[in-house]
Each structure stands twice: as C-alpha cells, then as structure tokens.
C-alpha cells in the first residue's frame, strides 16, 4: 500500500510538470549490520522544485517511487527505533532508466550520507562541497541536551563561542576569523540583532536548537555566494519542515540556577499544505562567580520564541512558503561601574518575516524569488543605587530589509548553472548610539552572483562563481571563487577551494557614538573606515566507509584593512579633543564627551589565520560509538608578528556514545579541550586553558515519552584568576550544572 502511495503522489508531481519516461527510483532501507528496518519514512525531494512524495518501507525494507521529471532529487530515510536518526542521498533521474540505492541507518547520523545546501546554495552531499562544511544534526543537537545554539556550536571544530554556560554574549568565531565577518543565516536568511552596536557580535545565545532541523557550517571565504559579511564563513541554521500528516513534539526541563525551558511544536503534511509551528519559553536566574558580591555575571533573563514555516503548493508550476520566527528576551543584571552600583534592566526583541515564491519555467529552469523583512528592538535602563539620579534610558533599533531572485537552469547532464540578484537595506537608530540618534543611519546594496557546477567526469566536480556589489557608500567590487571536488573512489574524496572576500565597515563602526553611562570610557565611529578584503584557500580529503569516517582540512585566512576599536587617550580639553577628530577626520558632528577614555575605529594592515582540522569517528559496535577532532590555529598579524588576542592556538573535542534503540537507552560523554590564549599580545598577559566535560543519558519510557537528563560542565572547570587573592576572570563559566527533563512525541502516518 506504501509504494502504491509513493506511486501515485510522483503521478501527480509528473502531470504538474510534464509527462516524461518514468525513472523508476527503489531501494532498501538497513542497518550497520546489513538488516532491513521495515516502517522508515522515505521523503523523495525534487532539488529545483521543491516537489516532494513520502512512503514508508515494507517488511524487508524496500521502496519505491516512481519519478517521471528529470533532474536531481533528493531521497531522505527516518526511522522511529533509531530515534529519528535520519540518512540523506542524492539521486538523478534520466529518463528511461533505473536507480536502485541503499540506505544505511545508524546509531547517529554520523555515518550516514548527509546532504547539505550552504557550501553551494545548492543540495549536495557532504563529501561533494567544494569547501568545507560542518553539520549539526537534529540527532547530535537532542543528544546534547541542550537548548541553545551558542553551546552546540562550540563542539564543532574550528568554532568558538564564548559564552560560558550563563544568558551573557556568544560570539562566534570560525577558524580565528572574528564574529564580525561571519555570516549567521536562519533557512538561507540573515538574522538581524544589532551586532554592528554589539561589538560585530551576534548573540547565538539568542537562538533555540528545538526548531532546527541541522546546522550548517561553511568555513573560509563565503562572500562570492553570500555576500559582504561571509568573508569568514557562514552559519546556516535550518528550520524543520514535517514530513507526516500529523507531528507533534513537547519538552519540558529544568536544572540548576533555576533552569526552566518548555516548547511544544506541531507539523502536518496533508495534500499540497505543509506547516510547522514551535513555541517555546526559557528562563534562568542570575549568578555572581565572587561570594557575596552584590554584582552578577550572569543575569536573570526570560526569554519566548515562536518559529512558523508554512509550504503551499498553488498550481502545478509555482508554490509559496512563509517564514516567521522572532523572540522576546527580558535581562536584569547588576554591575559595579565608576558611579557605583547600578541596576540594569534591558528587554529585546526580534521579528523576521519572509515569503518565498518557487516557480518553474520549464522542466529543467527553476526561479525562487525572496521578500524578507527583519527587525531588532532593545530598550533599556540603568539606574545607579542608592543615588537620586534618574535612571539611564537607550534604545536601539534595526530594520533590515531584502528582495533577491534566483534562477537555476540544469544544461544537459553535467552542467548546473545558477545566478541571482539581491537588494538589501540596513537602517539602525538609536539616542547614545549613533550620529543622529533616532533620525539613525542607512546603508543599502545592490549584488549580482554566478554559480556554474561542472560534472568534468564522474568523478570529477568544478565549482565556479563570483559576486559583484554596488555599495552605497563603497562604490562596486567585485569577488570570485573556484572549487574542485575529486572522488577518488567510493570512500576517498579530495576537495580544495579558494575564494576572495570583501565586508563593508558596518553602521556601528561608521557612525557609533556611544557614551557608557556607568563608566567612563566612550566609542566613536569613523566614517572613512576602508572595506575589509580577504582571501582564503583551503584543501582537505575525507575518508568514509559504514563504520569509519575521518578527514584532513588545511586552510588560510588573509585578511586585509582589518577593522579595530583603538584607545586613542582621554581627551581632558577641548583643544585634545579637537586634536583626535582632525588627527583622524572625524567630523565635529560625532560630538564626543571629554575626560572620558575614547576608542576609535580604524583600518589596520593584513592578518592572517592558518592551521588544519582532523576529524573522525568510528563505530566500534552496533551500539558503541567514538569520535573526535583537532583543530590547530595560528593567527598572526602580519606588521608585528604577534598572535592575535582572543584565539586557542590548540582545541580539541573527543566524544563517546552508547546507544541501544531496543532498550531505548542512549547515553554519551563530550569533552571540549582549549589552549592558553592570549589577551594582550603587546603586553604578553594570557589567560588560562581549560576542559569542559559534558555529560547526557536519555530513556525511553514508552513509545511516545522519553526521559533525559544533563550534567553540564561535570568536572566542574572555572577560570582559575577566580582563586587569587583579588579574584578576577576571563571566562563566566558558572561550574557545574544539572538538567533533566521529559520529551512527549506524537506521529501520524496517515
């Protein structure tokens, strides 16, 4: 009945796009040990369209579909005794012929054929991207236990986000390239948080795990496909989309430090509907690191989320999709600044909206067509204690605005050519922000891109492309990139790539004119700041077979006019004022304060980061699972020669997993491993290594109800400056942590 049904929804996708010879596309479903997993659920995926056909396996594991358009598509396999570990192929349909392929289903996702999107903004496998990616699985985000995107990240190679375990900033960093030039993505669109005010840091604590179906990670140069602030990779956080007639998932948790996260998420899939909908609340209370300190490290913060997806298919040759996502995020800290104790109180909030039209001109020519609005609003105050002063109000505000087309055209067999246009618009207001405070400052963009992959030979893949943008305000420039995929055989894969880079000084470092309130030091932006440019190279070669997987990545960062906040004194009179704003052409406009210390934007000469990546895992057993990576970093600046603040030269990650599907037990042990770094380079002052081991264990109860539970931090790792005789700290690691909590899981298949 299954491969009836699978039958008869491709029928419908070949009447709606032009009857051709049917390819017949069957196949087996099995585990590491070669035996059939009966009742998985297939999803066929056509990759231009979107078009999309489900069935589930029979008893001996088989399926079929019936695919009368050509082209690639994409071919998924989930299974509930494996715990929604899924695998992912892609297939090609000509007419006429047969693809018959089997799918492996392990234990975790690790070892199975994983296709991504953001290393080409096309779907391809893992080991086929011409740079390389790193996948977060929805299986390797719910082993984890955890809830935000900041702590998940930080156990990928190469990635850094120094958060601690507290609500304070994450800012990513990705192969020693620094949070201003990576590029942060939900389901191919940017998000929007203010990080040109926020030091060029995109707060990842702000961004649940719980609606994402994987998180992609491209490292190196990705601005000739992505635009101005790739130029050190992209972090592409992809949203759910239901694959069954009914889903429905609810998690509730809590730990330490009063930890509370409840979310509930619903999806259909029903004819040409599709819609997935997750609300979720967080909460956490503040913390201090010094005993009996009135000030705190970590705030008291509550914080709501919803996420909205919807997929309609109109008529046989266009469908439409709607995303909406945003979050409401209320802070309360306290902290001892030159005026005293004060009182900080601090709510935001984002709203991103999005409709997306995928039309098909012909059977082989597919235009996607974007509108995208986004919006970030903070307020806050800061009353100091005990004192009668009125309390400090600032605001902030984003709005971003975006239009782009895409149009893909398939040429024969081995050729796939892609190009785009895009218009975007950034606009930040806020008083003690920016020059002009509310009347704020705007920026807007105009990019064209191309993209040609080349199937040379079977085994051989060339990558193609560049971008040219007109910037309001930087006049044109022009980036390109080239990549080469060589599959040696079925289990070895040689990649290299290289790419150039550019990144318009953002509104912050153009126009920011901020006063602290509670200490005395100012931030003023500089308006003849010059575009960052980079180039980066990389090569590696990757090994894969069912029960081991392990790769080699070697990569360099060039990165020149580097944009920096400097100590530039403190002016005491006007004269020394007016000394610094001619000494840099800063116009009188900015109106900075005296007798403060003033940091200033300003281009410096080239930097550079270099190293390599290892990685791999092995399946010891049917239920016993080991892996690891090392990354090595130096990043230097290029005039002094010193190593860069803020970076490990050595990180490491090593992971163990048991998991028994029959007994419904999974339970694993992660360790996170970092080098000395340094904080002052001139001065030679570091700050110290650690090790973060985490711990999780889950059980299922019933077929629907699962119990989890989380050690955060087991060995209990804080900074050691935290023991001296006037403690102090680089890292607010609050120490050990404890979670538990329960999962509620309900599917329909029909």
Avoid: C
């Avoid at 066929?44 to 594991?61: S, Y």
């Avoid at 704003?581 to 403060?596: A, H, K, M």
């Amino acid at each position: 009945m299954a491969s009836i049904m699978g039958r008869l929804a491709f029928a419908t996708l070949a009447i709606t796009l032009g009857a051709q010879a049917a390819t017949v596309i069957r196949g087996t479903v099995q585990d590491t040990q070669g035996l059939p997993i009966s009742g998985a659920n297939i999803v066929l995926r056509h990759v231009l369209t979107g078009a999309t056909a489900t069935e589930t396996t029979a008893q001996d594991g088989r399926f079929e579909f019936s695919a009368t358009v050509r082209g690639a598509y994409r071919i998924s396999a989930t299974a509930d005794n494996l715990r929604e570990t899924s695998v992912t192929r892609t297939v090609s349909a000509t007419e006429g012929e047969a693809e018959d392929i089997t799918l492996i289903l392990a234990p975790s996702g690790e070892h199975t054929r994983v296709t991504v999107y953001s290393g080409s903004r096309v779907e391809e496998l893992i080991e086929e991207s011409p740079v390389k990616v790193d996948v977060v699985t929805r299986q390797d985000m719910v082993s984890t236990g955890y809830e935000r995107v900041s702590d998940i990240l930080a156990e990928v190679p190469g990635v850094i986000t120094r958060s601690g375990s507290t609500a304070t900033v994450a800012a990513e960093q990705i192969q020693g390239i620094d949070s201003r030039q990576v590029l942060v993505l939900q389901d191919g669109l940017p998000i929007v948080g203010a990080r040109g005010i926020k030091r060029g840091a995109l707060n990842l604590n702000r961004q649940s795990a719980a609606p994402l179906e994987r998180i992609e990670v491209v490292k190196g140069a990705a601005s000739p496909l992505f635009g101005s602030d790739a130029i050190g990779g992209v972090i592409n956080m992809i949203t759910r989309e239901p694959t069954r007639p009914f889903e429905g998932n609810a998690t509730v948790s809590g730990g330490s430090l009063g930890m509370f996260d409840a979310r509930m998420d619903v999806g259909t899939r029903w004819k040409k509907l599709s819609v997935f909908l997750d609300l979720e609340q967080h909460r956490m209370n503040s913390y201090t690191l010094f005993p009996n300190s009135p000030t705190t490290v970590g705030p008291d913060w509550r914080r709501n989320d919803v996420v909205l997806r919807s997929r309609y298919q109109l008529s046989e040759r266009a469908a439409f999709t709607v995303l909406a996502n945003g979050y409401h995020n209320r802070e309360e800290g306290r902290n001892r600044g030159e005026t005293g104790f004060t009182q900080g109180l601090s709510n935001d909030s984002t709203q991103n909206y999005a409709v997306i039209a995928d039309l098909l001109p012909t059977n082989t020519t597919t235009l996607q067509l974007r509108a995208y609005s986004a919006r970030y609003d903070e307020n806050s105050t800061q009353t100091v204690i005990g004192r009668p002063d009125p309390p400090a109000l600032a605001n902030l505000n984003q709005r971003y605005k975006r239009l782009d087309g895409t149009i893909s055209q398939q040429l024969g067999l081995r050729q796939f050519l892609q190009g785009g246009y895009e218009w975007t618009q950034d606009h930040y207001r806020g008083v003690n922000r920016l020059v002009g405070d509310n009347a704020g400052q705007q920026i807007t963009a105009n990019d064209v891109w191309l993209q040609d992959k080349i199937d040379v030979t079977r085994r051989i893949k060339l990558n193609i492309g560049g971008r040219v943008t007109s910037h309001s305000l930087f006049g044109t420039w022009a980036v390109p990139k080239a990549g080469l995929v060589v599959k040696l055989n079925d289990q070895w894969v040689v990649r290299a790539s290289f790419g150039r880079g550019f990144r318009a000084p953002d509104l912050g470092q153009l126009y920011f004119r901020f006063a602290n309130p509670a200490t005395f030091y100012q931030v003023i932006g500089n308006p003849n700041l010059r575009p960052e440019t980079s180039r980066s190279f990389s090569a590696g070669i990757n090994y894969q077979s069912r029960r081991l997987r392990a790769g080699l990545n070697l990569y360099r960062n060039d990165v020149g006019s580097l944009i920096e906040a400097i100590n530039v004194g403190r002016p005491n009179t006007p004269p020394q004022l007016r000394g610094i704003l001619d000494t840099y052409g800063i116009p009188s406009s900015f109106d900075p304060l005296l007798n403060r210390l003033t940091f200033v934007y300003l281009n410096f000469n080239r930097i550079y980061t270099q190293g390599f990546e290892l990685n791999g895992d092995v399946t010891l057993t049917r239920t016993l699972r080991l892996g690891g990576a090392y990354t090595y970093l130096n990043p230097v600046d290029a005039v002094t020669r010193l190593h860069l603040p803020q970076r490990h030269r050595h990180q490491g990650f090593v992971r163990t997993e048991y998991n028994n599907p029959r007994w419904g037990l999974l339970a694993n042990l992660r360790g996170t491993f970092f080098s000395n770094f340094l904080l002052n380079p001139a001065q030679g002052t570091r700050a110290f290594g650690y090790a973060i081991w985490d711990a999780y264990a889950s059980k299922r109860l019933t077929r629907n109800v699962e119990f989890y539970g989380s050690v955060d931090n087991l060995a209990n790792s804080r900074d050691r400056k935290l023991n001296l005789p006037t403690p102090t700290f680089d890292r607010p690691d609050y120490g050990r942590m404890y979670r538990a909590g329960l999962r509620f899981r309900l599917t329909r298949d029909e």
